[in-house]
């Protein structure tokens, strides 16, 4: 009789023992913690909260580069400036007459005569799209506003809306100097020819023969 | 268990295979041991050796360690291999670089430089410089712009000064198929035609930096770790070269020096990280890390800056204004092997 209670008991306190075993396991084991948290997002998101900037700049890498800074929506940034690697800017130093006379076989080639328009195409794309022709040191906007040489993305972001956001927000195009701010971002002519602005096919730069070997 | 020649312990389930194994022995205890398999340390140490080659074999073993503590304290050899004996005498007992003080951590930098001086003649630059606070560094790769000109892999060779024999590259372009995703048992990381090839695309691999990386987990000896700025780095000097850690990784981040990394005198990157870019020895295990040296400093890693499409973009997932935020937040992003649980920090997204 007496065994059977014994037993009993036994059995009542070693589940007892099992369940506040497990009830402390299951809280030691949540990462209530500091520094300790689910996933990379919650970790980011936390971490950069009270966020206030670094030492570190790469102010020291964009000195160098002549630069202007602009805002486009909420963010403010610098990009390359333009005018000042135009080597025959101001335009109308040869523009002022109608480009008929400039053609003439007496005046000869000058500056640009080679230009090939290899954009969209001709029922989209002619000089005056984007060329203004009373006044050629500027660029003229669909509307008829006037959009400076050094702020060519207003132009281009025209027809390129989606490319034009995402630069600004820094998924597309490049970022020359470094991670660090201020950011200085190329603009689109840095790497798009305005009048053939797609890239060439070309060969990769590297051909790995010992790959080759290993997997023969 | 006695009459067992396994070295583990076993539940004895079955009587067969003892009782069989006892009667093959029989009684001598010799045979027992010539059927036992021997391992490393026996074949080397259990040879049967008469006294005098015993002898010899001591005796050149003792007389070479004690040449090499002699080069360093002799009157005789010159200043010069003094120093570099006592140099690698150092380097040798040095500690865990995660344990060092900032002291310690000067100290075998500057070992490293005068080694490198004394060896070659030429002076390096080896930085030391710790995680910045407030910086967890993040990628982001644009597949819709990669065109495959493998540009980032000839600048990531030239900063990092891998081995040019073994033609060691960190990171991988995959040239895929359309239409049939990211297949990379199909794909093809090593063509040389004309890019981009018709009906193909391209994307690149490389160390993700993970989280919660793997090969961090698996190292025996804790010689990669995760830094505090998120880079996962390796002290080539701790390295055993197991090389678990390679095939802990899922993503094929890391590689391995099978020889000695060799890298012609003018293309040697001076501008070096102890935990980065500086040169490393035979044996060790290697990856990306996102150019410590250029990356602590405020500069792109080489592979970002040398792409001409702009489809790499790097910056610090801390700074909500930064380009890597932007992209994170605005554009439709993925990893690979997410459901592993790496938690890489390297995304990718299309136009």
């Known amino acids: 009789m007496c065994l059977h209670e014994n037993n009993k ?4 306190t070693k589940y007892i023992k099992s369940i506040v075993l497990i009830v402390i396991l299951v809280f030691a084991s949540c990462k ?29 890498y964009n000195e160098t580069v002549k630069k202007i800074k602009i805002s486009e929506g909420n963010k403010e940034f610098y990009i390359t400036e333009r005018k000042s690697q135009i080597t025959s800017y101001n335009c109308s130093e040869c523009h002022n007459q109608p480009i008929k006379l400039l053609k003439d076989k007496h005046v000869g080639k000058k500056a640009h005569w080679d230009i090939v328009l290899n954009h969209a195409n001709e029922e989209t794309m002619n000089c005056n799209t984007c060329h203004a022709k009373d006044n050629m040191n500027e660029l003229r906007s669909i509307t008829n506003k006037t959009i400076d040489l050094n702020l060519s993305h207003k132009l281009c972001s025209q027809c390129h809306q989606k490319e034009g956001k995402d630069w600004v927000g820094g998924a597309h195009g490049k970022q020359i100097g470094g991670w660090a701010p201020p950011r200085l971002s190329q603009t689109c002519t840095g790497c798009h020819n305005p009048h053939s602005p797609s890239f060439e096919k070309r060969w990769p730069a590297q051909f790995n023969i010992q790959k080759v070997k290993e997997r023969q | 268990m006695s009459s ?35 391992d490393g340390y026996d074949q080397i140490m259990d040879v049967p050796m008469d006294r005098r080659s015993a002898f010899k074999k001591i005796t050149t073993g003792l007389l070479m360690g004690a040449g090499a503590v002699s080069t360093s304290c002799s009157v005789v050899s010159g200043d010069d291999s003094k120093e570099k004996s006592s140099i690698e005498w150092e380097e040798y007992f040095k500690g865990n670089y995660k344990l060092m003080t900032d002291e310690e951590r000067n100290n075998t930098v500057d070992r490293l430089v005068r080694s490198y001086e004394l060896r070659k003649g030429e002076k390096l630059n080896i930085s030391s410089k710790d995680a910045e606070d407030d910086v ?17 892999i000839t600048a990531c060779v030239e900063e990092n000064n891998q081995d040019r024999s073994s033609q060691m590259q960190y990171i991988r372009i995959h040239e ?20 981009p090839a018709e009906g193909h695309f391209y994307m690149g691999t490389q160390c993700f930096h993970c989280e919660n990386p793997p090969c961090v987990e698996v ?34 981040g890391r590689r391995f020096n099978w020889k000695t990394p060799e890298v012609p005198e003018e293309e040697v990157n001076k501008n070096q990280h102890y935990l980065g870019n500086r040169l490393r020895k035979k044996g060790v295990m290697e990856k990306c890390t996102f150019c ?4 602590r400093i ?3 890693p080489a592979c970002a800056e040398a792409c001409p499409t702009g489809s790499r973009t790097f910056g610090n997932l801390l700074d909500p204004n930064s380009n890597i935020r932007w992209i994170l937040e605005n554009k439709k992003v993925f990893r690979l092997k997410e459901d592993l649980g790496t938690e890489p920090k390297f995304w990718y997204y299309m136009d």
């Open chain 1, 9 to 12: 008991l036994d059995m009542i």
């Open chain 1, 32 to 60: 209530n913690k500091e520094h300790q948290y689910h996933n990379l997002i919650e970790k980011i998101e936390a971490k950069s909260a009270n966020y206030s900037g670094t030492n570190i700049s790469s102010e020291v």
């Open chain 2, 4 to 38: 067992n020649n396994k070295k583990w312990f076993s539940l004895n389930l079955t009587n067969k295979s003892n009782k069989s194994e006892s009667r093959g022995c029989g009684k001598e205890f010799d045979s027992c041991s010539n059927n036992k398999h021997k």
């Open chain 2, 136 to 152: 967890l560094f993040g990628y982001a790769f644009n597949i819709s712009k990669c065109q495959g000109y493998m540009d980032c």
């Open chain 2, 176 to 195: 895929m198929d359309d239409g049939k995703g990211f297949n990379f048992e199909e794909s093809n990381d090593n063509y040389y035609h004309e890019v």
């Open chain 2, 219 to 252: 190292c025996p000896v804790q010689a990669t770790w995760k830094e505090k700025d998120g880079i996962v780095v390796i002290d080539y000097d701790w390295c055993i070269g197991c090389r678990y850690c390679m095939a802990a990784c899922p993503y094929d």
């Open chain 2, 292 to 295: 410590i040296q250029r990356s």
């Open chain 2, 298 to 300: 405020g500069k792109n």
